[in-house]
C-alpha cells in the first residue's frame, strides 16, 4: 500500500528457490542379495514324518480293532436274536401243545353225557299207560296231523286190546288223555296207542350201541312218574339190547335212551333171582320200526 506523504518504500527481492538434489542411494543396500527361506531341520523333519507314520499306524491299529469289537458286537447280537428267536419258536410250541392238550381234554369232557339235561329233554315224551289190571309206560314216537302214536309193550295193554273198547289211559304230569290200542305184535312183545293230540315225539337213535355206552331208562316203575336210572349198554345181542341200568314192573314200555337222548330201544324185561343184578333189556328200535311201521 502507497504512503499518501512520502515515496515509495524500496523493493526487497525475494530469495530465490533453492534446488532440489536427489538423494544418492545407498550403497550399502544395493549391495545387499534378496532373502532366500528359511530351510526346517533335516532331523526336525524326519521326526514329524515318524511321527506321523507312527500316529497313522495307531489310528489303523484302532481301526481294526474298533471294527473286530463292532463285528463281535454283531456277532454276539445274532446269537441273542436267534436265542430269541428259539425261545418264542418253543413258547409258541409250548403254547400250541398246550391248546392241543386243552381240545382234546374239552373233547373228552365233551363226550361226557350230561344226564340231568338228558333226562328233562326226554320226560315230556314218556307216558304212564294205565289199564284196568295195571300200569306201564309208553313213549311218543310220531305226532302227525293233531294225532300222536306211543310205543309200549304189548303185556302192559293186553287186557285193553281184548276188549271191545281197547282203550287205555295216558298220562303225564297231570296230563290225562284216552288212548286206543291201534295193533299189536305179540312175538316182539310191541304195541301201538293212539291219543287226540299232538304231544312231543322222540327221536330215534340212528348210529348203532356200543358196549359202555351210557343209557338212560324212564318210565314209571311202580308207578313213580317221571323216574329215570342210568347205566351203560352191556351188550347188543340178536334181537335184544342188554343194559345195566335198573328197572321194575312198571318200566315195562318206556324208552331207553343214549347221551343225546335219542331212543335206542324198548324196555322190556329184566333177570331176577339167583344173585342176578343190572340185567335189563330191551327191543331195539330198529325192531320197533320194522315191526310196527311207525318210524
Known amino acids: 500500500m502507497a504512503d499518501p506523504g512520502g515515496s515509495p518504500p524500496p523493493v526487497v527481492p525475494y530469495p530465490p528457490p533453492q534446488q532440489l538434489h536427489p538423494v544418492p542411494p545407498d550403497p550399502s543396500v544395493l549391495a545387499t542379495s534378496p532373502a532366500r527361506p528359511r530351510r526346517w531341520p533335516r532331523a526336525l523333519l524326519t521326526a514329524l514324518v515318524a511321527a506321523l507314520v507312527a500316529t497313522s499306524a495307531g489310528l489303523a491299529v484302532t481301526v481294526v480293532r474298533l471294527r473286530d469289537r463292532l463285528a463281535d458286537q454283531q456277532a454276539s447280537a445274532a446269537a441273542s436274536a436267534r436265542l430269541a428267536d428259539e425261545q418264542i419258536a418253543a413258547g409258541v410250541a409250548?403254547?400250541?401243545?398246550?391248546?392241543?392238550?386243552?381240545?382234546?381234554?374239552?373233547?373228552?369232557?365233551?363226550?361226557?353225557?350230561?344226564?340231568?339235561?338228558?333226562?328233562?329233554?326226554?320226560?315230556?315224551?314218556?307216558?304212564?299207560?294205565?289199564?284196568?289190571?295195571?300200569?306201564?309206560?309208553?313213549?311218543?314216537?310220531?305226532?302227525?296231523?293233531?294225532?300222536?302214536?306211543?310205543?309200549?309193550?304189548?303185556?302192559?295193554?293186553?287186557?285193553?286190546?281184548?276188549?271191545?273198547?281197547?282203550?287205555v289211559m295216558v298220562a303225564n304230569e297231570g296230563r290225562r288223555l284216552t288212548g286206543t290200542v291201534r295193533r299189536v305184535v305179540e312175538e316182539r312183545d310191541l304195541a301201538l296207542v293212539e291219543v287226540a293230540a299232538e304231544l312231543p315225539a322222540l327221536v330215534r337213535a340212528t348210529t348203532a350201541p356200543k358196549v359202555g355206552d351210557p343209557v338212560l331208562a324212564i318210565g314209571s316203575p311202580l308207578g313213580l312218574a317221571g323216574s329215570a336210572s342210568s347205566g351203560i349198554v352191556s351188550a347188543v345181542r340178536p334181537g335184544s339190547l342188554q343194559f345195566s341200568a335198573p328197572v321194575s314192573p312198571g318200566n315195562s314200555g318206556g324208552p331207553v335212551v343214549d347221551r343225546r337222548g335219542h331212543v335206542l330201544g324198548v324196555a322190556t324185561a329184566k333177570l331176577v333171582g339167583n344173585g342176578a343184578e343190572g340185567l335189563s333189556f330191551a327191543v331195539p328200535v330198529d325192531a320197533v320200526c320194522a315191526a310196527l311201521e311207525v318210524c
Open 94 to 167: 409250548a403254547t400250541n401243545g398246550l391248546a392241543e392238550r386243552l381240545g382234546a381234554l374239552e373233547a373228552k369232557v365233551g363226550e361226557q353225557p350230561d344226564l340231568p339235561k338228558v333226562a328233562s329233554a326226554v320226560q315230556p315224551s314218556v307216558f304212564t299207560i294205565r289199564t284196568e289190571q295195571g300200569i306201564g309206560s309208553g313213549f311218543v314216537l310220531r305226532t302227525a296231523g293233531g294225532r300222536s302214536t306211543l310205543v309200549t309193550n304189548f303185556h302192559v295193554v293186553e287186557e285193553a286190546w281184548a276188549s271191545p273198547s281197547r282203550e
